[in-house]
């Protein structure tokens, strides 16, 4: 079966669960998708072991044959971030630049080096030799938080306006940072030649510096092309342009394509919007682009229940993943609180705040994305097979579903507390 037609029955069955759980369960639709597609691929797994039936080996093919990572990461990725800048308010934006900034780099870096040293100390205590490069290379990956996850579960929940600013910006702001340290440290571990400073630097304002700038260049290009039609169609049409020839060509140009999406989206919902589209499109953009997000995100987390399928866990994975969880949210936490001991100083904030930017900072593909572009065949426990790969798979997926699944399905009654202080501060 081709990709293609993998992918429609992965999106029809998306589309499925979404409608029964409309009718019977109620949840969040995307929290209702990954469970529904986990149980699935349990069902699958517990079926192979029974000899019911074996559908596993098919099904870790048909995972295996879309790539996830290129699917993802050089698929819709555009789509979702473009889509979430869209709804980006730049006024807010504006009013939290200062917090977003050092929530996307100080906090991102901090969690980065804690997770990686406290990881690889309780490593040789428990007696598994994961190098310290790769402990760090899991806090790279897992750190930024998520902005599919993020923008798909949280935003919808109406959090008071500061809080939910901080965390869809932060969201969209981090990936280009921390790609720049996930790639600066996949170099050192996997490469040739050992980053300097000069190299890192020039990363950097490639990348993220890069991104930004060809993301408003971008941005203004297709303001004055959808300026210069009177089309609804076209001027709809035009925007799907940005996500697939602006996204590929951001790749090309070596510039990081999601920074780019996010600040094309920001300027084409914040200026165009008004200026730039007729009425009736104008009505019709966030419609539009709302089907797209719900489909792709669909199909998106989707693929990430059903990912169980490619792993094979032994004791040790569980005892990591168990491990990588609470030092996950342990690391978030103590990223968000330092911060905002600085952001209280001038400003007075949500008493809930902390709590819910660490709740509500969600993991989603992108960091299991990140994980499986790690080489396989470095052995840490050579006598079972476990490389480097399996060990920082199964803690990035165990982190991504507890992420959606417990934190994505509880953190309404804090937004609500949050909401009921905001009215009497």
Known sequence: MSVYNTLCFLAAAAMLIAFFNSKIGKMQTTIAITAGSMMLSLGIIIAGQNNWFNLREVATE???????????????????????????KLQNLKDQKWEITVLALGATLF???FIGFILWAICNVI???????????????????????????????????????????????????????????????????TPTVGSVT???FQEAIGGIAYGFILGLVFHYLISSTNDHSMELLLTIGIPTAGYALAEVLHVSGPLAMVVSGIMIGNWTRFIGF??????????F?????EFLNGVLFLLIGMSMLLFQF???????????????LTSRYLSVFISYIGFNRFRTYNPLSVRILTWGGLRGGLALAMALAIPAGIMVIPEKNIDVREIILVMTYSVVVFSILVQGSTITPMIDKAKKLEKEM
């Open 62 to 88: 048909t995972l295996t044959d879309i790539n996830f990572e290129d699917f993802l990461l050089k698929g819709i990725l555009g789509f979702l971030l473009f889509a979430g800048g869209l709804g980006i």
């Open 111 to 113: 969690s980065t080096f």
């Open 127 to 193: 007696g598994v030799n994961l190098d310290l490069i790769y402990c760090l290379l899991f806090g790279a990956l897992i750190s930024p938080t998520d902005p599919i996850a993020v923008l798909a579960i949280v935003k919808k929940m109406n959090a008071p306006q500061r809080i939910s600013t901080q965390i869809e910006g932060e969201s969209l702001f981090n990936d280009g940072f921390g790609l720049v340290i996930f790639v600066t440290l996949f170099t050192i571990a996997f490469g040739h030649e």
């Open 202 to 204: 020039a990363l950097f």
């Open 278 to 287: 007729s009425k009736e499109s104008e009505d019709h953009l966030d419609h």
């Open 289 to 293: 682009w709302e089907l797209v997000d």
């Open 314 to 328: 032994h004791q040790e994975d569980w005892i990591l993943m168990a491990i990588s969880i609470p030092l996950v």
